[in-house]
């Protein structure tokens, strides 16, 4: 007998309270395999979603896309790599149903994670640690290393980033901390772009130096800084109609490549001065295609177990159980710096 599932619903677009209610349980299906949600994290997509109502068309639906949890149940096609106990965390994914089913999103107590996007955690790892890392795992790795954007190193192959420089804006958001470490470990210079009390963190992360968005004088600070440097473009981690324009000036100014990664869909409007503004959305597709986001967790799981990856941004705990996924949705709202917001089940 299957167990009884219950999730947040979001019952009509833009509804401003997500419901808890009973939710089918979804065995799993060739590949995939089945979890109990232990922990969930909240990103920005979760809230502009709700308030917004971007992206998710069919309705009542069920968000979230960071998940950490118990295996409970596993396909026999995945019985060589995975069973039941495993400890693992992964992305889920609210824009992917099955027959109108949402089992793969990310606010319920049973679900299955995005198949190949899945990587077991050390046994001193929490979940609420882990589960900090899926979405900024692939977003960052998709703006970095795909070849339609900055096609960077990845950090499992060469050592193709010795003497280059990376800019980083936003390096203390999650996906900026993901985009900090992965660089680095890909040989690669990081100069990192955060308010300065996160500036201790993202040098821990292996940023070789940091600078405040807020000083007036961050761009002529970042252009000096640069000068010289073989710059291999930039990742607006942190992506507006203002911090866009403002990667394409430093870029123009110091002689880089001229290309800045974002994670805002439709950035490439705001492009200026000649610098091309690619976003991730447009990449991941062939990024997926080409297999580099299946490779990017298969290392991954390596990283987290030989402590190269670090959970970063630190977690902070704001509810427990899954009638305060909307409060905590609504922090999100108000704005995060230097952390990620995560919710206990």
């Given at each position: 007998?299957?167990?009884?599932?219950?999730?947040?619903?979001?019952?009509?677009?833009?509804?401003?309270?997500?419901?808890?209610?009973?939710?089918?349980?979804?065995?799993?299906?060739?590949?995939?395999?089945?979890?109990?949600?232990?922990?969930?994290?909240?990103?920005?997509?979760?809230?502009?979603?709700?308030?917004?109502?971007?992206?998710?068309?069919?309705?009542?639906?069920?968000?979230?896309?960071?998940?950490?949890?118990?295996?409970?149940?596993?396909?026999?096609?995945?019985?060589?790599?995975?069973?039941?106990?495993?400890?693992?965390?992964?992305?889920?994914?609210?824009?992917?149903?099955?027959?109108?089913?949402?089992?793969?999103?990310?606010?319920?107590?049973?679900?299955?994670?995005?198949?190949?996007?899945?990587?077991?955690i050390p046994e001193h790892t929490s979940y609420e640690d882990a589960v900090v890392l899926p979405l900024g795992v692939n977003t960052a790795a998709s703006c970095i290393f795909s070849k339609e954007i900055l096609n960077l190193e990845m950090p499992f192959e060469s050592d193709g980033g010795k003497g280059k420089t990376l800019l980083i804006w936003g390096a203390s958001s999650s996906v900026g901390a993901c985009g900090v470490q992965m660089?680095?470990?890909?040989?690669?210079?990081?100069?990192?772009?955060?308010?300065?009390?996160?500036?201790?963190?993202?040098?821990?992360?292996?940023?070789?130096?940091?600078?405040?968005?807020?000083?007036?004088?961050?761009?002529?600070?970042?252009?000096?800084?640069?000068?010289?440097?073989?710059?291999?473009?930039?990742?607006?981690?942190?992506?507006?109609?203002?911090?866009?324009?403002?990667?394409?000036?430093?870029?123009?100014?110091?002689?880089?490549?001229?290309?800045?990664?974002?994670?805002?869909?439709?950035?490439?409007?705001?492009?200026?001065?000649?610098?091309?503004?690619?976003?991730?959305?447009?990449?991941?597709?062939?990024?997926?295609?080409?297999?580099?986001?299946?490779?990017?967790?298969?290392?991954?799981?390596?990283?987290?177990?030989?402590?190269?990856?670090?959970?970063?941004?630190?977690?902070?705990?704001?509810?427990?159980?899954?009638?305060?996924?909307?409060?905590?949705?609504?922090?999100?709202?108000?704005?995060?710096?230097?952390?990620?917001?995560?919710?206990?089940?």
């Amino acid at each position: 007998m299957a167990p009884t599932n219950h999730a947040a619903w979001l019952k009509a677009k833009q509804d401003p309270v997500m419901i808890v209610a009973e939710a089918p349980y979804t065995n799993p299906a060739e590949g995939e395999l089945v979890i109990r949600t232990k922990a969930v994290a909240i990103n920005p997509a979760d809230w502009h979603i709700q308030g917004k109502g971007m992206l998710v068309t069919q309705f009542p639906a069920i968000l979230g896309c960071d998940v950490a949890g118990e295996v409970v149940e596993v396909h026999p096609s995945l019985a060589d790599r995975y069973v039941v106990g495993d400890r693992v965390t992964g992305s889920a994914n609210p824009l992917f149903n099955k027959a109108g089913v949402y089992c793969y999103s990310g606010f319920q107590e049973f679900m299955i994670p995005i198949p190949s996007q899945i990587s077991k955690i050390p046994e001193h790892t929490s979940y609420e640690d882990a589960v900090v890392l899926p979405l900024g795992v692939n977003t960052a790795a998709s703006c970095i290393f795909s070849k339609e954007i900055l096609n960077l190193e990845m950090p499992f192959e060469s050592d193709g980033g010795k003497g280059k420089t990376l800019l980083i804006w936003g390096a203390s958001s999650s996906v900026g901390a993901c985009g900090v470490q992965m660089a680095t470990l890909a040989g690669y210079d990081v100069v990192g772009v955060a308010s300065r009390n996160n500036h201790d963190m993202v040098k821990s992360l292996g940023a070789k130096t940091c600078f405040d968005h807020n000083d007036a004088t961050v761009i002529d600070d970042l252009v000096e800084s640069l000068k010289g440097m073989d710059v291999v473009g930039a990742y607006a981690a942190i992506s507006t109609p203002v911090t866009i324009p403002l990667c394409c000036e430093v870029l123009d100014r110091c002689g880089g490549n001229k290309v800045v990664a974002s994670v805002m869909p439709g950035a490439e409007a705001f492009s200026s001065r000649g610098v091309s503004v690619q976003s991730n959305l447009v990449a991941m597709q062939s990024f997926k295609a080409e297999g580099k986001l299946t490779a990017t967790w298969e290392w991954l799981e390596k990283a987290l177990q030989e402590g190269k990856m670090k959970c970063m941004p630190p977690h902070e705990v704001v509810g427990h159980g899954l009638g305060d996924v909307q409060k905590a949705v609504d922090l999100i709202g108000r704005g995060v710096s230097g952390k990620k917001l995560v919710v206990v089940l």
